[in-house]
């Protein structure tokens, strides 16, 4: 069973970030304070749900939060500054954006920039032990699917649709049959076979 958040004695925003191992579109991140009460039954790891449990629960938490928040850093960004520090920078606009200041972090993860003077705590797979983390994951996760379903229609032989723009192999096929999009990470290896992996691990 999935704690609420990683600590009591303050207001606590959960964060999370999707679509660190894709070869196109933004990394998105959300930001969530959950109230003490908070009980949503599936709710875990998005990654451990299907896309109708997570689009039902999307629903939950934005009607029941504190404060919820859902932000991007685009492919050029990503570019510029790597995606691990775009991963950071997507968190920390989300955060800005939530309608409550929150006096604690809780993120998922080993690695974060700190947020102004905000203390955190990087929990390692902390989407799966801590309530508004895992809905930090799934709010970026929906919204970053929208996105990539959306922009698919632009370009409908990469398949973003289903792939969400992880580098399956029907992806990387097509972006080195037909070059990349204006959406794509130019700095990721479209060719390297074990970025195949990233869609398990990841997606």
Not at 3 to 26: K, M, T, V
Not at 74 to 92: G, K, P, R, T, V
């Amino acid at each position: 069973m999935l704690l609420n958040c990683y600590q009591q004695e303050f207001i606590e925003a959960g964060c999370d970030e999707a679509g660190r191992g894709c070869l196109a579109g933004p990394v998105f991140a959300a930001a969530v304070i959950l109230p003490a009460d908070f009980i949503a039954g599936e709710l875990n790891d998005s990654k451990k749900l299907n896309h109708k449990q997570r689009k039902e629960l999307r629903v939950i938490i934005e009607r029941e939060a504190i404060a919820w928040a859902v932000a991007e850093v685009d492919n050029i960004e990503i570019d510029q500054i790597n995606i691990l520090n775009a991963s950071f920078l997507a968190m920390h606009r989300a955060i800005e954006k939530l309608k409550v200041q929150p006096q604690y972090l809780s993120i998922d993860g080993n690695r974060f920039k700190k947020y102004r003077d905000i203390p955190h705590t990087c929990v390692v797979k902390g989407d799966g032990k801590y309530l508004n983390i895992a809905a930090a994951s799934i709010l970026a996760k929906t919204h970053r699917d929208e996105f990539m379903e959306r922009i698919s229609d632009e370009y409908p032989y990469y398949q973003w649709h289903q792939n969400k723009g992880y580098p399956t192999t029907v992806h990387r096929t097509a972006a080195l049959t037909h070059g990349l999009s204006p959406y794509h990470r130019k700095t990721f290896t479209v060719s390297a076979p074990q970025l195949a992996l990233f869609s398990e691990i990841d997606g």
